[in-house]
């Protein structure tokens, strides 16, 4: 397995949309493991069918309006989608499947109920008889005010980032320790080897966090 340089000239390309982009990839999957919550698998779900249509709508409604609104709005949040959403189709990007490690219990602090969502990620691209594989986590916020559940993205967050697009939750919340940060382009016949060693870290790490 090894890192391949078009997906480091495609990130630098797009260095002033890197969040929204990954926010974007993270959300697509197709597989996801047996949810605690149905309501929260029910915005998996809805999420799930938005990205795959290319939905921009769809997407950002389950999108946290926190991270909305640091983008500008919604106005300035669809034009962003749209241009990144244009990228991923320009560079022949494909979502093939997202693997959702969601046995995890749900928490309440003040009014939100949130849970962590480690994620692994499989894409086509223009290579031929490869696939790139990578990592990545979601927040999933249900406040009491919306008293639905829509999502942060976490791989380019820290503990600092997260407390201050959520300050109720500053302090009184830690992260789970972080998967290897790294992007794997392997050929298709190792995928499943790729993914079932990834989800063993992660359940490695989420069972060492509790």
């Known amino acids: 397995m090894q890192s391949n340089n078009w997906f480091s000239q495609f990130k ?3 260095r002033k949309g890197v969040f929204l ?3 974007l990839l993270t959300i697509f999957h197709n597989t996801s493991f047996a949810q605690k919550d149905p309501q929260l698998r029910e915005a998996l779900s809805i999420m799930t069918k938005a990205s795959i249509s290319g939905d921009i709508e769809g997407i950002l409604n389950q999108t946290s309006p926190r991270i909305i609104e640091s983008m ?3 106005d300035q949040a669809t034009k962003l989608s749209k241009e990144l959403y244009s990228s991923l189709i320009k560079y022949g990007v494909k979502i093939d499947s997202m693997i959702n490690y969601v046995d995890i219990d749900v928490s309440k602090i003040d009014g939100i109920s949130y849970c962590f969502i480690p994620q692994v990620l499989v894409m086509s691209t223009h290579e031929k008889g490869k696939k790139v594989i990578t990592s990545a986590n979601l927040l999933a916020l249900k406040e009491d005010e919306t008293k639905k559940w829509t999502f942060i993205n976490l791989n380019k967050m820290d503990l600092e980032k997260v407390n201050l697009f959520v ?5 009184k919340i830690s992260v789970p320790p972080g998967l290897e940060k790294k992007t794997f382009v392997v050929p298709k016949e190792e995928v499943a080897k790729t993914v079932d060693h990834l989800m063993k870290r992660i359940d490695e790490s989420v069972k060492q966090h509790n």
Do not use: D, V
């Open 12 to 14: 630098n390309t797009q």
């Open 21 to 23: 982009l990954i926010a």
């Open 72 to 74: 500008g709005g919604i």
């Open 167 to 171: 300050p109720e939750l500053s302090g």
